[in-house]
Structures are given as C-alpha cells and as structure tokens.
Nanobody
C-alpha cells in the first residue's frame, strides 16, 4: 500500500554532482528510517546512507564527506546529495523506507518498502 518513486539518476562526469529523490505515497501513518542503498554490477547491494526519524545519520566509509542524506517529513521524501562523484559510484541506487501505514483492512501495520531503483553512471 506504500509506493516509493525515485528520481534524479543519470550520467555525470567524474567530480560532478547529482541529487536523488525518493517520495513515499500511500496511506502512511508514520515514517521511521529512510535510507539509500546501491548495487553495482556483479556486487551485492550495500548501504550508502541512512537517516532515522531522530538521531544522527550514518554513511558508508566510501561516501563520507561526499554524500549527504536528508529528509522532508512533510513530503515523505528522502534525498541523497552526491558530490565529487567517482566512477566507482556507478550503480543502481535504491531508496528504502520503513514506517507504519494503514492496510486495506484499516489496520495500522509496519511497512518496509524499496524504490524501483535509479541508475547512476559516472563516466567521462
């Protein structure tokens, strides 16, 4: 009942910036943790950054100082600002949002949803 819509991926030159967005929609009651993951060809999906509803953000060591995660609770949206991109950042990026939503039966239940993925390619 909760859908995530990602946007902002594309092709960028090394050293350039890119901003990803992920908006959640549906019968959302509350949102707790929001995060971004990525999966490069032939590799496992890995955590990039996470932002809880209250508390400090957390980043993968490989992106610290270059990426910044933020959220707009009024819009149920999480962002990933990526600066100084490197070829090794090339991957499909997925957002993941956890929270509580009202089901079709009217019950408030937990949800843990993934976005559809957006391709980020860093190349000259």
């Amino acid at each position: 009942q909760v859908q995530l819509l990602e946007s902002g991926g594309g092709l960028v030159q090394p050293g350039g910036p890119l901003r990803l967005s992920c908006a959640a929609s549906g019968r959302i009651f509350s949102i707790s943790t929001m995060g971004w993951y990525r999966q490069a060809p032939g590799k496992q999906r890995e955590l990039v950054a996470v932002i809880p509803s209250g508390g400090s953000t957390n980043y993968a060591d490989s992106v610290k100082g270059r990426f910044s995660i933020s959220r707009d609770n009024a819009k149920n949206t999480v962002y990933l600002q990526m600066n100084n991109l490197k070829p090794e950042d090339t991957a499909v990026y997925y957002c993941k949002i956890k929270g509580r939503a009202r089901t079709v039966h009217g019950i408030i239940d937990d949800f843990d949803s993934w976005g559809q993925g957006t391709q980020v390619t860093v190349s000259s």
